[in-house]
């Protein structure tokens, strides 16, 4: 497994924009495909988007389609996920996620508060 750490967040106004990254440790990063998940209060642990170790195709929930970027710079260990037009409803605490192909989700940072006001 890597060792994920996000950083990035903050509060932010409605329509702003904010980003976040997260640097990987301990394996191989360039192996892993990397994701963003989010989490408000109340509800359970949402998908954002994803990026496979090739760094190809992307992945993105419909929710965040158009105003979210992820990103990866393997020479670097890190993924970054650029959000813009950012709504209220955008608020949670966010999550870096790393997995090997054809494996589930497995490990994963300590999350990040992001707050959009409106």
């Known amino acids: 497994q890597v060792q994920l750490v996000e950083s990035g967040g903050g509060l932010v106004q409605a329509g702003g924009s904010l980003r976040l990254s997260c640097a990987a440790s301990g394996r191989t990063f360039s192996i892993y495909d990397m994701g963003w998940f989010r989490q408000a209060p109340g509800k359970e642990r949402a998908f954002v988007a994803s990026?496979?170790?090739?760094?190809?195709?992307?992945n993105y929930a419909d929710s965040v389609k158009g105003r979210f970027t992820i990103s990866r710079d393997n020479a670097k260990n890190t993924v970054h996920l650029q959000m813009s037009s950012l709504k209220p409803e955008d608020t949670a605490s966010y999550y870096c996620a790393a997995k090997l192909i054809g494996r589930a989700w497995n490990s994963w940072g300590q999350g990040i508060q992001v707050t959009v006001s409106s």
């Open positions: 990026i496979p170790w090739s760094g190809g195709s992307t």
